[in-house]
């Protein structure tokens, strides 16, 4: 196969998610997709990650026909409210602060969309230590939270936060590799460990 049969382009700017699909060894390049990330009214939590993955796997598989197009989006939920990144260090000792002694999800949508389509939604639950309020201060005015859905990353700072994780921390940390690793086998990728 030559290069353009075989590419994955991961359309999202995260380096989170970067970092966690270059971990297997898969080939890819980036190509982030500007969608509105706006909620739709009363839409809940999975249907979100869903539609937001698939919205950003199409926008991106438009400007690379061929090839294959992976996509992710990540919330927070607890109970029915959707925690996005906070706007600053105010807004996440906040989200921090309902956070805090608690138990929520995390959900994760992978879309894979050009020469295979197809969306799945991953939830991890996560339950927070109850926190001080010297704590959650401190690490909302670290600027970790800034750019985090529901305002911690757990494979940073943020892990002291976390007494307990059910499901995937790469969801968390947003991409669910053994699930996304199926969804390429599935769409029949050449992936490293598979024989040419």
Not at 76 to 103: I, Y
Not at 156 to 165: D, E, N, Q, S, T
Request: charged share 20%; no cysteine; net charge negative.
């Amino acid at each position: 196969m030559n290069a353009d049969q075989t590419l994955l382009v991961l359309a999202s700017a995260s380096p989170r998610r970067r970092e966690l699909l270059a971990q297997l060894d898969i080939r890819f390049t980036v190509s982030a997709a500007d969608i509105d990330e706006t909620p739709h009214a009363g839409e809940a939590a999975e249907a979100y990650v869903g539609r937001l993955a698939r919205e950003k796997a199409h926008v991106v598989a438009s400007r690379h026909p061929g090839a294959w197009v992976l996509a992710a989006d990540t919330t927070v939920a607890l109970g029915a409210e959707l925690l996005g990144k906070p706007r600053d260090a105010e807004e996440a000792q906040a989200m921090l602060t309902r956070l805090s002694g608690r138990t929520h999800d995390v959900y994760t949508g992978v879309a894979l969309a050009g020469r295979h389509e197809e969306t799945l939604v991953v939830r991890t639950r996560v339950t927070f230590r109850a926190l001080s309020s010297g704590e959650m201060s401190w690490y909302a005015n670290s600027g970790e939270p800034l750019d985090k859905a529901g305002a911690y990353a757990i494979q940073g700072k943020g892990g002291f936060l976390v007494a307990g994780v059910e499901g995937s921390t790469s969801n968390v940390v947003g991409l669910p590799l053994g699930e996304t690793v199926a969804l390429l086998e599935r769409a029949g990728l050449p992936l490293p460990w598979r024989a040419s």
